[in-house]
Nanobody, 126 residues
Framework: QVQLVESGGGLVQAGGSLRLSCAAS????????MGWFRQAPGKQRELVAG?????????YYTDSVKGRFTISRDNAKNTVYLQMNSLKPEDTAVYYC??????????????????WGQGTQVTVSS
């Protein structure tokens, strides 16, 4: 039984920073691909960033966040992070972490992820 719990969301001014955390319990976190998705009102859920399970493995970022967001993971703490810098109002969304047991690839499709957190709200004001 795997549970994912996000934290770190909140209200921030444009240009500011937030760091999201996702703590996992149960399962074998170190073998999972981890992804951060977001969903804004009226928009489809999209993969923002992903990380394969391997140390020094591949990462993925959607074009709109490249150079601003960084995904990282601490397998010893069963935690994945999303550092968000230079935030823009269009980053406003509910952010979800998700785990894919495949581990060696990153899919942009939410359907392939096995476990999901409840989400944390990020609001960027101008």
């Amino acid at each position: 039984q795997v549970q994912l719990v996000e934290s770190g969301g909140g209200l921030v001014q444009a240009g500011g920073s937030l760091r999201l955390s996702c703590a996992a319990s149960g399962g074998t976190f170190s073998t999972y691909t981890m992804g951060w998705f977001r969903q804004a009102p009226g928009k489809q859920r999209e993969l923002v960033a992903g990380s394969t399970s391997t140390s020094g493995g591949r990462t993925y970022y959607t074009d709109s966040v490249k150079g601003r967001f960084t995904i990282s993971r601490d397998n010893a703490k069963n935690t994945v992070y999303l550092q968000m810098n230079s935030l823009k109002p269009e980053d406003t969304a509910v952010y979800y972490c998700a785990a894919d047991r495949t581990g060696w690839m990153i899919s942009i499709s939410s359907a392939v992820y096995d476990y999901w957190g409840q989400g944390t709200q990020v609001t960027v004001s101008s």
